[in-house]
């Protein structure tokens, strides 16, 4: 039996029970499920937190990002530069609206795109770039924006795994927010994730009125005006009850982001300098919030530890164990395994270890100690 697993939501939710019962409590009297006065709230309360213009709540994260693409108004068979090493709902909405996925390596460090290789990538069809934060820290925004900038691309980031990770502009050394860097930042609220509600949820971000109005109405059936519609949209709402979860927990995000990062050392002190074990790092331009705990493996049975772990009641995971171009939906003859060897072989070697708020040092303990058990003090 699994005894810690890789979030622990109920210890969370027990912290925070009376204030999320009273805030749920009062949309169940109020009776506005949708749209309802919690919605516009969480809307400020997050553009405030972001230090961003426009806050578009959303159904969840994966409509976030097809929101975010269908306002641009892109034409079937424009490319859209993302990388190989992601979750798969950044390239399932590229897919779904029938523009073509152009797919990257990643740095084997940080994990997150390559820059080099996306100007490599680029051609006259390349319409937008795609950078996930993956893990929790942003990816190389300032190269990235350069490279758009340079070939009038759009930049859609997909901070799902980072909200709240700030990034040091190269130029001025103000620090942004993951999210408001490029034109436009899509998030989830997925329960699991750094901010996470009771259900599903999302959120669009931008600084750009035009783009806000936009989205604004492609999450509302393509309607401006009540009942007239301008163009084809989508229903994506997150509704009241959620946006009430996300009102109190997000008074905690920046406490929950630092429980995180105190883990994420709390482990890397454990495994330091450990010749089989490589601990996470952290890219200078931006601070890492530890959506996952992420090593890589040197010759080690992967399979093993995690057989070794389970034994021990620990949980750990494979984020992710097929690359994008190897997945069976999205086979591609432009694309072949050893095209993205850094994604591959970080696909073969990475291990994830239980990461949350409600770790302690000795739970941490004994997790450490069973996976030096298994692969020795090194
Ligand atoms: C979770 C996640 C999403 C999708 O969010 P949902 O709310 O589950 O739709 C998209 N991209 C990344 C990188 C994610 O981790």
Known sequence: MIKYSMVDLRGQYKKI???VDAAISEVLDSTA????????????????YLGVKHVIPCGNGTDALQVALMALELQPGDEVITTSFTFIATAEVIALLKLTPVLVDVDPDTFNIDPKAIEHAITPKTKV?????????CADMHTIKDIAKKHNLYVVEDTAQAIGAEYTCYNSGNMK??????????????PSKNL??????GAICTNNDDLAAQMRSVVNHGMKVRYYHDFVGINSRLDSIQAAVLNIKLN???????????AAACYNEAFANHPKIKTPVTASFSNHVFHQYTLVLKDIDR???MKHLAGKGIASAIYYPVPLHLQKAYLDPRYKEGDFPVTEALSKSVISLPIHTELTEE????????????????
Not at 196 to 201: A, F, K, P, Q, T
Not at 363 to 378: P, S
């Open 196 to 201: 996470g509600c009771y259900g599903d949820g």
């Open 17 to 19: 029970k009376p204030e």
């Open 129 to 137: 770039i795609i950078p996930v934060h993956l893990f929790g820290q």
């Open 177 to 190: 927010k993951a999210g408001t860097l490029g034109d436009i930042g899509c998030t989830s609220f997925f």
């Open 303 to 305: 399979e093993g530890l």
């Open 363 to 378: 739970i941490q303990k004994g997790i450490t100690e069973a996976v030096l058990e298994f692969v020795g003090k090194g």
């Open 252 to 262: 905690h995000l920046d406490e929950y982001n630092r429980a995180r990062k105190k």
């Open 33 to 48: 499920f949708i749209n309802g006065p919690a919605v516009k709230t969480f809307q400020k309360n997050l553009e405030e």
